[in-house]
């Protein structure tokens, strides 16, 4: 088989065939099991059982009588997901959203080799190219287009023998990175334990402790006062103007915080924001109810993914999505951004609404309390708790970095194997 009979760079191997998927497989559209157990199809595992997972926020439909039937073996694709490697084989009999492919390899194809190919870094290239684009991040692939794909087919007992082999190799790389995971929550546990003994004073007092009524720290050090925040520092909220308008966002130049700015403030690393993906224009500022910040007032998210925090590292307008305080002589910035860190499971416990979206309402974000240690002691928290922080975060990105080097040595790997590039020893099935 010729290289220019496929779209990518690749050549068939003596002995090896190419054929489009849609030849190989078998679309089933099996429904009418709604007590089957539903599965879901993640990056990183393929399809797992959905009630494995605690970090599937989707919704199951209503009527699970129209969901599709999966049977162990069978190749399901997450349509929306399928570049990224939203597929894979299924080791569990169970149901699956409507909206995914179900595909049932006939005997000519090892559905282990498959689960494989397709995530092959040359095959997900190629499952990109003929996927369509959905704004702002998604692919949709269509049936026709992924019937079409060609794969790249070994002899059955090939097949086997190299699923066998990447079974083996995948799982020893993926103990690796598992063991490497579980150091890292280690580590965050221990950031969290550095701000919270800061908050607390355990790191720079040895005063003793008194009864508190703050739920999310129970005990005081003596000297210290606790009090309702917006007693110390400016409440402010955030608006969006209105986009009507589209002259207000012309020659736009103050930086304009919207959840888009989340995914920064999800990382305890980050205390300052200074760049923001959109702006607005002096206009658009004076023509609505939005509110210019000064640097250096802290944030709160408290919709979306609420209870995240920053502090703002430059004048910035936010959208309605935030809480603003813009502190007092009474309380310093960072230490504030440390308590709201400390406190956010409890903000989100406690304080926030809603089983789909949390929320933080505005009437819960004036009832939250904070210590107030004097001010020369809230920059002695600062200080002792910045001193560790960063040995710590050098360790994580040591971690972060070993585990992208195992990623991609994992990848390197499947498609070595998958496209022939490796000789693996064929044995009897």
Request: glycine content about 6%; proline content about 7%.
């Amino acid at each position: 088989m010729t290289k220019s009979m496929l779209p990518f760079d690749l050549r068939a191997p003596s002995g090896w065939d190419v054929q489009p998927f849609g030849r190989i497989v078998e679309r089933s559209q099996e429904t009418g099991q709604p007590d089957a157990r539903p599965l879901s199809v993640f990056l990183d595992q393929g399809v797992v059982p959905r009630d494995s997972r605690d970090d599937n926020f989707n919704r199951l439909g209503a009527d699970l009588a129209k969901y599709l039937v999966v049977h162990d073996g069978d190749i399901v694709f997450n349509k929306l997901r399928t570049w990224q490697g939203g597929l894979g084989v299924s080791r569990f009999d169970g149901i699956v959203s409507p909206a995914y492919f179900v595909c049932r390899p006939n005997p000519a194809a090892d559905s282990r080799f498959l689960h494989y190919l397709l995530r092959s870094r040359v095959y997900l290239e190629e499952l990109t190219r003929v996927s369509k684009w959905m704004p702002p991040s998604q692919f949709d692939i269509a049936w026709d287009d992924l019937r079409s794909v060609p794969i790249l087919l070994p002899p059955p007992v090939t097949q086997r023998a190299i699923a066998v082999f990447l079974d083996r190799e995948t799982a020893r790389i993926d103990a690796l990175i598992t063991a490497k995971r579980l150091v890292i929550q280690l580590l965050e546990k221990r950031w969290q334990g550095v701000m919270q003994n800061g908050v607390s004073g355990s790191l720079t007092s040895n005063l003793p402790t008194k009864a508190s009524t703050i739920q999310w720290l129970p005990q005081l050090r003596v000297g210290w006062r606790e009090g309702k925040l917006n007693l110390v520092a400016r409440l402010g909220s955030g608006h969006t103007p209105s986009r009507q308008h589209p002259e207000w966002w012309e020659a736009p130049t103050i930086p304009w915080i919207t959840t888009g700015e989340v995914a920064q403030m999800r990382s305890d690393r980050i205390e300052y924001l200074t760049e923001t993906r959109e702006m607005i224009s002096e206009l658009g500022m004076s023509n609505s109810s939005a509110t210019l910040h000064p640097a250096g007032t802290v944030i709160l998210c408290r919709t979306a993914s609420a209870g995240y925090s920053a502090i703002m590292g430059r004048d910035m307008a936010t959208s309605q999505d935030f809480a603003t305080w813009t502190c007092g002589p009474l309380i310093r910035p960072r230490y504030l951004l440390l308590c709201l860190r400390v406190m956010r499971n409890d903000l989100l416990g406690r304080l926030a609404m809603g089983s789909t979206h949390q929320t933080i309402y505005m009437p819960e974000i004036e009832s939250i309390k904070i210590p107030l240690p004097p001010v020369p002691e809230q920059e002695a928290i600062i200080a002792a708790v910045y001193s560790q922080l960063p040995a710590i975060d050098s360790s994580l990105k040591l971690l972060d970095r070993q585990i992208d080097l195992l990623n991609e040595r994992r990848q390197g790997l499947i498609t070595a194997g998958v496209t022939g590039e490796l000789h693996i020893r064929e044995t009897a099935p």
